[in-house]
């Protein structure tokens, strides 16, 4: 199940048809650019207006009957590394998608085949034209074993995907744009997917090329993806957008809303409860999460650790961070036990890093954090956000690799880091918090215990901080630091905090930060 999609797919109710043209051209990000950039200088037409009728009615079960059939998968012959197989249209994904195969010297549509797939006790398929698009596709590998056809990837949904390295299970997802997301005042805008290119690969080869169309009320553009399969599945991201006028968009709609936040390299994650939540949910499992915390490496030097929460109410918080160096959501709890969950191993899941390519300039990343009741909805949206807004109708290009990894890929991105916050009532004076934060990493560890690092704390103007310790925490082989705050009472305004251990002169640990609510 696909979470987040629901108001994106109510929200975005074919798209304007890609025409080949010479189907003798180089496909190359330039050659999608000039075609987003003429769709961008005419009105966003939705392609959920040429589904037809039969697929828009479909209701869960219905739909679940439709499965692709596994041998007619693209590439199948010529023993080539990759294959596609493609979702159908219909219940939430309402938004046709049209997909070409492209070599350097080819270029052809792939047409809608309806014996591609099985419909059970269905009765629609003599009523769908062949015309019609899919509603995206999964991309096959031998990731995990020889001769053994893992699913690498998906593409499904508005402009969502999610990928796999080595031995993980599907958790957070990523984004081509998020437009508007997490403002309080203006509803937040889906863009599409709604032309893929697939590069068909050689064999022999280790990586697969595609590029996409992207398109929404107010932008268009133009996407590159190289992906390379393994350990850490690492994609090269290259894009180029084009706003449409002002004149343009209202035109179509006349209540559609300004771009007052453009998120670049969105992604989309869950987090019902961990270790640092004080919202309690009846659940036998002691930790449900795709991700517990947003990672990022400013350009002054500093690494911060902001912990994810499930509020009660939406939450975005703002960073500043110009030029920004990295960014990601992890998964730090990497044990069978913090879980307890033999179907839905989040153990398994996947950390995804977004390193820039070159300076992104002005800007800050955003959290988002909406309040949910249970873990089948992604309620976390991390992103970078420039300061301004691109110019209408000038190409706007930024690029970055994603690094979708476990392992020690948190030790690599950040060696001395928190490993986990605890939160509760102070038993001595109710009026009180007190934090818990395990900090862990090869130089704290080369502290002697006699002579504890000195945290450096910083609280909000509506609390108070009462007290603070560091102490080590020889069970863990960690510096545990506990932070005694109290807040303004009855204010309902957050109270923020950050701790950075210190040792002599030297910073020593990523600097943990956090938003803390009223329970």
């Not at 998020?178 to 203006?186: D, F, K, Q, W």
């Not at 992890?330 to 995804?352: C, H, I, K, M, T």
């Not at 102490?471 to 309902?492: D, H, I, N, T, Y």
């Amino acid at each position: 199940m696909w979470r987040g999609l629901i108001l994106a797919v109510a929200a975005m109710t074919v798209a304007n048809t890609v025409s080949l043209g010479d189907e003798s051209a180089v496909v190359d990000l330039n050659y999608v650019a000039r075609q987003a950039l003429d769709r961008a200088r005419r009105p966003f037409r939705s392609p959920s207006l040429d589904l037809p009728s039969v697929l828009r009615t479909l209701n869960y079960d219905q739909y679940r009957q439709i499965r692709f059939r596994r041998g007619q998968a693209l590439w199948t012959s010529g023993d080539l590394p990759f294959r596609v197989e493609f979702f159908h249209p219909g219940y939430l994904y309402q938004d046709p998608v049209h997909l070409y195969e492209f070599t350097s010297t080819h270029l052809q549509r792939i047409r809608f085949v309806r014996d591609f797939f099985d419909y059970g006790n269905l009765h629609v398929q003599n009523n769908l034209p062949t015309d019609m698009g899919y509603a995206g596709f999964r991309i096959l590998y031998q990731l995990n074993a020889t001769n053994v056809w893992d699913e690498l990837g998906a593409f499904l949904g508005a402009s969502y995907f999610r990928l796999l390295g080595r031995d993980q299970r599907y958790g957070q997802s990523a984004r081509g744009l998020a437009i508007n997301c997490g403002e309080a005042t203006v509803p937040e805008e889906f863009p599409l997917f709604t032309d893929w290119w697939l590069g068909k690969p050689a064999k022999g080869d280790t990586d697969l090329v595609l590029y996409a169309l992207l398109d929404s009320v107010s932008c268009t553009g133009a996407y590159e993806f190289h992906i390379d399969p393994g350990n850490i599945t690492a994609v090269d991201v290259s894009a180029i957008l084009y706003f449409r006028s002002r004149k343009v968009v209202l035109s179509a709609d006349t209540n559609a809303p300004a771009v007052n936040t453009l998120g670049l390299a969105p992604l989309t994650s869950m987090f019902w409860f961990g270790k640092n939540s004080e919202r309690k949910f009846d659940d036998y499992r002691p930790e449900v999460h795709d991700a517990d915390g947003l990672l990022m490496k400013l350009n002054d030097g500093r690494t911060l650790w902001s912990p994810l929460d499930n509020p009660a109410s939406l939450r975005n918080e703002v960073f500043p961070a110009p030029n920004i160096k990295g960014f990601g959501l992890l998964q730090r709890e990497r044990d069978f036990a913090d879980y307890q969950d033999s179907f839905n191993r989040y153990d398994l899941e996947p950390s995804v890093w977004i390193q820039p390519h070159g300076n992104w300039g002005p800007g800050a990343i955003h959290l988002v954090e909406l309040s949910s009741v249970w873990e089948g909805e992604d309620n976390v949206v991390a992103f970078w956000a420039p300061a301004t807004n691109p110019v209408p109708l000038q190409p706007y290009r930024f690029g970055y690799t994603m690094f979708w990894e476990m392992g020690d890929a948190d030790t690599r991105l950040s060696p001395n880091r928190v490993v986990s916050t605890r939160i509760g009532v102070d038993p001595a004076d109710s009026t009180c918090r007190i934090f818990m934060l395990d900090f862990k990493g090869q130089e704290l560890g080369h502290i002697p215990l006699f002579d504890p690092p000195r945290a450096i704390v910083n609280c909000g103007t509506n609390a108070t901080l009462v007290n603070t310790q560091v102490f080590p925490c020889p069970e863990l082989g960690a510096w545990r630091v506990e932070l005694k705050m109290r807040p303004q009472l009855p204010s309902p305004a957050p109270v923020h905090l950050d701790c950075t251990l210190e040792y002599g002169t030297n910073i020593v640990s990523e600097t943990w930060t956090y938003q803390w609510n009223q329970p």
